[in-house]
């Protein structure tokens, strides 16, 4: 999670991910924490302890570039990072990496494994697009938080759940539902 607006996101992806027995390694920015505890209300370390009791999670400090997960003989089986900043694009498409989180980044690249991206900001300037461009060329997936408004959705929970969907269709966690057309 990098320090972008959208934890509510994050949130619902942490605790889909745990539902399903999902191992986690979890790295927060300190941008991102202070955005968690104010759209949240709750401190990101009550967050962590909230996922503990739901499932198996290490977490990691951004600073920690010596966490097992910067290395690529660590195995995952993919990266997400949301919500994610231009900031954390930025430092990603330039390989300029400073941290933990773009370091766990930069190895999930480079050993072609999922990396899922959702940005958070609007209006995209150039450079935001040109990042952007940089990461999905290197096999990264840009997933833009937008709303599915042809599924009718009721409530912000309903338009979380379905963007949470398309994240674990990204990382090849579960199958995209069969599509059913009506043509007119």
């Keep these: 999670m990098s320090g972008a ?24 920015s300190d941008y991102g924490e202070l955005m968690w505890h104010h759209e949240m209300k709750e401190r990101f370390r009550d967050a962590t302890a909230r996922w503990t009791r739901q499932g198996d999670i290490t977490v990691h400090r951004p600073e920690d570039v010596a966490a097992p997960i ?20 930025g430092a990603l498409a330039s390989g300029a990496g400073t941290n933990l989180l773009h370091r766990a980044a930069d190895v999930t690249i480079k050993e072609k494994r999922p990396l899922v991206l959702v940005p958070r900001e609007t209006p995209l300037s150039t450079i935001h697009l040109r990042n952007m461009l940089t990461l999905a060329e290197a096999g990264a997936v840009v997933l833009p938080p937008e709303p599915a408004f042809y599924l009718d959705p009721q409530s912000i929970e309903d338009i979380v759940s379905a963007l949470v969907d398309r994240m674990m269709q990204a990382l090849g966690l579960i199958q995209a539902p ?5 043509w007119a």
């Design 178 to 182: 069969a599509a059913h057309h009506r």
């Design 70 to 89: 910067s290395s690529g003989s660590y195995p995952t089986s993919g990266m997400l990072i949301v919500p994610c900043s231009m900031a954390t694009i």
């Design 5 to 28: 607006t959208g934890a509510v996101l994050a949130d619902a992806a942490v605790c889909a991910l745990l539902r399903n027995g999902h191992r986690l390694e979890i790295v927060c």
